[in-house]
């Protein structure tokens, strides 16, 4: 017996977003079933929806930014019960004895599965993901969502939250940092919020005087026209950590020059080729080019914890599942602030 | 006063060297004047004194890798004494005060560094002369002690060479450490103390390379291992391995091949190509949380550091010791990259042209 499930997806590279009928597994000993209140929309949700990276699975349910609420446990689930706010991100499984499990970094297990688009590993099925109004997952990879986090604007944190809030703190982010984030987005108004809750004086390096004065009110100190070459020549060497959310193939030297000696640049956006590398500006001020993927479960716990204690919420625009495809659409063109979250209904 | 000074340099960008006289300033209140006995070659001072990073003030009298003997101090000077053997590297000035300097980063002096050749000094602006030469006259700041036990002949390189390969080891120490699998790539001047110091700081060690001729040699020098960077079965069997990669290939070459040979959070830091690299793949960071950076020299404790770490493991460069009128010939050989693996001029053999 498995589980009806209503859900939203595409049956082939072109399609459009339409409802689905799928069917959830019945719980295994450490599944949980979450009935979903909220799921965000990220842009991964369409480049997989377009087989863009070319490891897509049609009928597809996009979504790893998923929360909700407990509705039913297997049997050896001992930290969740029936009633409890659930998160479930970008992963679903790994194989939990390799050296990246125990070190709590499953997002780079060899055996890692995805919440959507992947395969699950005992019964071979395709995984589906929060584009739905149910979902059952392993208990070792559902995060407690705190109270004191609105439901309905928490689901952004469990992937634009963890990819930008894990390598904050491995790069020294603190008080008396200076971290400059380059894309205001969805993870680059992360990034701000975050590195600012740290401690940190935040700059938000962005090619649009616009989007400096959203900056500012999301919680920025400082901003940087990186289009102004005076300005630009004015903050060099200036940031211990330059946050580089840009999506997009680009030239990275102008960001590493604004980088101190022994600064560091992290990309989390750019799954592409990046432009201006050299090796005197690295050498000649010891700086590192770094990158960073999402992040494992216990640092996703310990971001929603953080998120909760300083009150950091994305910010989001709510839509019905009928307004999917016109939100892929917007989120296109560059058209949303900053996060679009789908309401799927269920009871909070 | 000023000291007559006789050492080996160029009037013109040239590569060609000839026996030039000059000045050296009287002694500051914190200076030391030094006896120079050794001078090591590095293959900036070629790129120097021909031209290839910009035109050189003239005269040019390069060296970079500087050991001698104390010959007279100014009057504040306490480190040092007359007779003490002693060090100079490739800076001979800062300003001392900025967080850099404070923090014992040197090189990376707000004020900008002095260049111990080829740059102006901070007080006189009189154009710095090198180690090619019989005398210098150096900021007691910037002259390091050669710790006893320390062989002043195979000394000189340290403190280029040496200093270059250390300190991102030591800036990543957490990375290379007893249990840590590392890799040296380039098996240079750079890159056979980069193996040598690798080794004794207790990780496991590979040296890659493009040539199977370099492999004996390689675990001559300290080397666990060998992997040789153009056999595609070795280098996808070595995907994932290496927590550290110390890259010492002296141009412009695709990082990405080393890059996939970092394991979770590895760091792979460039020392040798000081050049616009072809465009990495943002992925290849992001996947395993990689980071590639970069390094050059190293500030005044790192250097010590170093000194004390090769007097205690007896660790030396691997060199080969010219007559001064042999200069020309070095420069020949090591452009062809035919030496092993540093030259080094044994100043008393600079004599007085006729």
């Known amino acids: 017996m498995t589980q009806p499930t209503r859900a939203y997806g595409v049956t082939a590279p072109d399609a459009p977003v339409a409802p689905l009928a799928i069917e959830r597994r019945n719980l295994r000993e450490d599944d949980v079933a979450i009935r979903i209140t909220h799921c965000g929309i990220c842009h991964s949700d369409l480049h997989m929806a377009r087989n863009d990276w070319g490891m897509s699975l049609y009928p597809m349910v996009p979504g790893h930014e998923i929360v909700g609420i407990v509705t039913a446990v297997g049997p050896g689930v001992t930290r969740f019960a029936p009633g409890d706010r659930a998160a479930v991100g970008c992963l679903v499984d790994s194989d939990r004895t390799c050296n990246h499990c125990q070190a709590g970094h499953e997002q780079f297990c060899p055996e890692m599965v995805f919440t959507y688009s992947g395969i699950d590993r005992h019964d071979g099925s395709v995984t589906y993901g929060g584009y739905s109004e149910a979902v059952t997952v392993s208990e070792a990879f559902v995060c407690r969502l705190p109270q004191a986090l609105d439901i309905a604007r928490a689901a952004p944190l469990l992937c634009a939250g963890i990819t930008t809030y894990s390598p904050l703190k491995p790069f020294g982010v603190g008080p008396g940092h200076k971290v400059g984030v380059v894309g205001l987005g969805g993870l680059g108004h992360m990034g701000v919020k975050l590195a600012r809750a740290m401690g940190a004086e935040v700059t938000m390096i962005t090619t649009s005087p616009e989007k400096g004065a959203d900056a500012r009110e999301l919680g920025a100190h400082d901003v940087l026209l990186s289009t102004d070459p005076n300005a630009m020549a004015a903050a060099a060497e200036r940031f211990d950590l330059i946050l580089n959310t840009s999506p997009v193939r680009h030239d990275i030297a102008p960001y590493l020059g604004l980088t101190k000696p022994l600064g560091t640049m992290v990309i989390v956006g750019a799954i592409s080729e990046l432009d201006g590398l050299h090796g005197g500006a690295l050498a000649m001020r010891n700086r590192i080019v770094a990158g960073s993927l999402i992040g494992g479960l216990p640092e996703t716990q310990e971001m929603l914890d953080f998120c909760a204690e300083h009150s950091i919420h994305p910010e989001v625009e709510i839509i019905q599942p009928a307004d999917i495809n016109t939100a892929w659409d917007r989120m296109e063109r560059g058209d949303v602030r900053y996060r679009f979250v789908i309401d799927l209904g269920g009871q909070a | ?354």
């Not at chain 2, 001392?96 to 090189?107: F, H, I, K």
Request: glycine share 10%.
């Open chain 2, 1 to 354: 006063m000023p000291t007559q000074a006789l050492g080996w340099g160029t009037t013109t960008p040239s590569q060609t060297l000839e026996p030039i006289r000059f000045e050296r300033r009287d002694l500051r209140a914190d200076d030391v004047a030094i006896r120079i006995t050794y001078a090591g070659i590095c293959h900036s001072d070629l790129h120097h004194c021909r031209g290839d990073w910009g035109n050189p003030r003239m005269p040019a009298i390069p060296g970079h890798e500087i050991v001698g003997v104390v010959t007279a101090v100014g009057p504040q000077v306490t480190a040092h004494k007359v007779g003490d053997t002693v060090a100079v590297g490739t800076i001979v000035d800062s300003c001392l005060q900025c967080r850099e300097c404070t923090d014992g980063w040197e090189q990376f002096c707000l004020e900008g560094a002095t260049y111990t050749y080829g740059h102006p000094d901070r007080q006189d602006g009189t154009v710095t002369m090198g180690g090619y030469s019989d005398h210098i006259v150096t900021r007691e700041h910037f002259v390091f002690a050669v710790p006893e036990g320390l062989d002043p002949a195979r000394t000189a390189p340290l403190l280029c060479a040496g200093i270059t390969s250390w300190s991102p080891l030591r800036q990543y120490k957490e990375h290379v450490a007893p249990g840590k699998q590392v890799a040296v790539a380039g098996i240079g001047g750079l890159g056979h103390l980069g193996v040598k110091f690798a080794a004794a700081l207790g990780a496991e060690v590979t040296a890659i390379t493009t040539s199977e001729g370099k492999a004996a040699e390689a675990q001559r020098l300290g080397a666990h291992h060998v992997l040789i960077s153009s056999d595609k079965e070795a280098m996808k069997a070595a995907r994932s391995r290496f927590d550290f990669i110390l890259d010492t290939i002296p141009v412009a070459h695709d990082v990405q091949p080393y890059l996939g040979l970092l394991r979770r959070a590895g760091r792979m830091v460039i020392v040798g190509a000081i050049a616009p690299l072809p465009p990495i793949h943002g992925g290849m960071l992001i996947s395993n949380n990689r980071a590639i950076g970069g390094s050059g020299v190293g500030g005044v404790p790192e250097t010590v550091e170093m000194l004390e770490f090769c007097a205690k493991h007896q660790l030396y460069p691997e060199v080969e010791t010219i007559r001064m009128e042999e200069v020309n010939h070095a420069w020949e050989r090591m452009e062809r990259g035919d030496v092993r693996y540093r030259f080094v001029i044994d100043m008393s053999t600079l004599e007085q042209p006729a």
